[in-house]
Nanobody, 118 residues
Framework: QVQLVESGGGLVQPGGSLKLSCAASDHVLSFNVMGWYRQAPGKQRDLVATITNGDITNYQDSVKGRFTISRDNAKNTVYLQMNSLKPEDTAIYYC????????????WGQGTQVTVSS
């Protein structure tokens, strides 16, 4: 059973930075796509950023230029560096990993809280 364990969330002031980590129990390159989603209270879970096993990245428009997704294959870990944080970035952040074969299957972490407030 694949496990994804997030860490790095917390409370930060507007304009600050946080770096989230997602450690996978399987080799990260065994997943076709890994990424981060977030869910604010009363809202749906939205995509924040993804990275393919070919290193193609994709970002939600609201985080472009502020967030960076990366992967350390040796540590089986995916990161989300978040800079210039805004109160509207407050949410629970979830790590996601996808395998397309034999059929699409999504794995999820338990989530980590990020709160941006003065």
């Amino acid at each position: 059973q694949v496990q994804l364990v997030e860490s790095g969330g917390g409370l930060v002031q507007p304009g600050g930075s946080l770096k989230l980590s997602c450690a996978a129990s399987d080799h990260v390159l065994s997943f076709n796509v890994m990424g981060w989603y977030r869910q604010a209270p009363g809202k749906q879970r939205d995509l924040v950023a993804t990275i393919t096993n070919g290193d193609i990245t994709n970002y939600q428009d609201s985080v472009k230029g502020r967030f960076t997704i990366s992967r350390d294959n040796a540590k089986n870990t995916v990161y989300l560096q978040m800079n210039s944080l805004k109160p509207e970035d407050t949410a629970i952040y979830y790590c996601n990993a996808v395998k397309f074969q034999p059929i699409r299957y999504d794995y999820w972490g338990q989530g980590t809280q990020v709160t941006v407030s003065s």
